[in-house]
C-alpha cells in the first residue's frame, strides 16, 4: 500500500473547509491519477442555478454561499461530465472543483542533463515516464505511468533499450492485471484489451481497445526523469 500527497494547485483561501493537502492511499503509485478535483459544486445543462456540495453552503443566500466566494476569487475549475440522475435519464453536467494534483508526480521532474552511466560506475536505477492519452466523444482522457528499471551489471542500458522494450512493460502489465490494464480475452478477439484512463478531474473510465497495439499508440512521451545509484533506490526497484 502506498500513501500519495497531493497538494491544492492554488492556495486555499482561509474561508474555505478544505486544507491544502488530501492524502489517497493505492496499491501502486500508478493506481492513482496525477491530478483530481475536489467537486465543491455542479449545474446541470439548461439550468442557470449552481449547486454546492459544500455543507450547510445552501442553507446561505446567493452571494454568501462559500461556493460564490471561490468562483469569485477564481479558485474553482469547471469540467463538463455526463451524469446518469434518476428520473433524468443521462445529462451533461458542469461540475465546478478545486485542483490537487501529486505533489511527487513525476512529470514536474526535469530530464537529466546526463545520460544513462556505463556499467563501470555501478548499477542504477532509471525512472521513466510514460503519458498515455486518449479521446473519446472529444474529451481527453490521460494516464501517466512511472516504470523504474535496473541497470544491468554487465553490457550499458540506454534509454533506446528502454523504447525498445517499452511495449513488453505494458503487455505485462496487462497480462498481470496490474493497475487497471486488463486483457479481456474474448472468443471473437483475443487481444482486445481495456486500461484505466483518467479525465480532468481525475475520474477513472476503463477504456476498451481492441488490441494492445491500439493501446500502445496512445503513449505520446517517454522519459527520463530520474537516475539514482542502486543502493540508494534499492527499495523502489520495479524491473
Do not use: W
Not at 140 to 145: A, F, K, P, Q
Not at 207 to 231: C, G, H, M, Q
Amino acid at each position: 500500500m502506498v500513501e500519495k500527497r497531493y497538494v491544492a494547485k492554488k492556495r486555499i483561501p482561509e474561508y474555505c473547509p478544505f486544507g491544502s493537502v488530501m492524502s489517497l492511499k493505492v496499491e501502486s503509485e500508478n493506481d492513482a491519477p496525477a491530478c483530481f478535483g475536489r467537486v465543491v459544486g455542479y449545474q446541470y445543462e439548461g439550468s442557470d442555478e449552481v449547486v454546492s456540495t459544500i455543507e450547510g453552503d445552501n442553507l446561505k443566500a446567493k452571494g454568501e454561499r462559500i461556493i460564490d466566494r471561490l468562483m469569485y476569487d477564481g479558485y474553482l475549475v469547471k469540467h463538463q461530465t455526463v451524469k446518469k440522475i434518476d428520473n433524468l435519464g443521462t445529462v451533461n453536467v458542469t461540475q465546478y472543483g478545486i485542483m490537487y494534483e501529486a505533489e511527487s508526480a513525476a512529470q514536474h521532474k526535469g530530464t537529466p542533463t546526463h545520460g544513462i552511466p556505463a556499467p563501470t560506475a555501478g548499477q542504477f536505477v532509471c525512472t521513466f515516464e510514460l503519458l498515455m492519452v486518449t479521446e473519446i466523444n472529444g474529451e481527453l482522457y490521460e494516464r501517466y505511468i512511472t516504470i523504474r528499471k535496473k541497470t544491468p551489471p554487465v553490457f550499458r542500458f540506454t534509454t533506446t533499450d528502454f523504447f525498445c522494450n517499452m511495449g513488453s512493460y505494458i503487455t505485462t502489465m496487462l497480462c498481470r492485471g496490474e493497475s487497471g490494464f486488463k486483457m479481456l480475452d474474448t472468443d471473437d478477439n483475443p487481444n482486445r484489451c481495456s486500461a484505466q484512463f483518467y479525465d480532468t478531474f481525475g475520474e477513472k473510465k476503463n477504456i476498451i481497445f481492441n488490441s494492445t497495439k491500439d493501446l500502445l499508440a496512445t503513449i505520446v512521451s517517454v522519459r527520463l526523469v530520474d537516475v539514482k545509484p542502486f543502493e540508494v533506490a534499492e527499495s523502489s526497484i520495479a524491473g
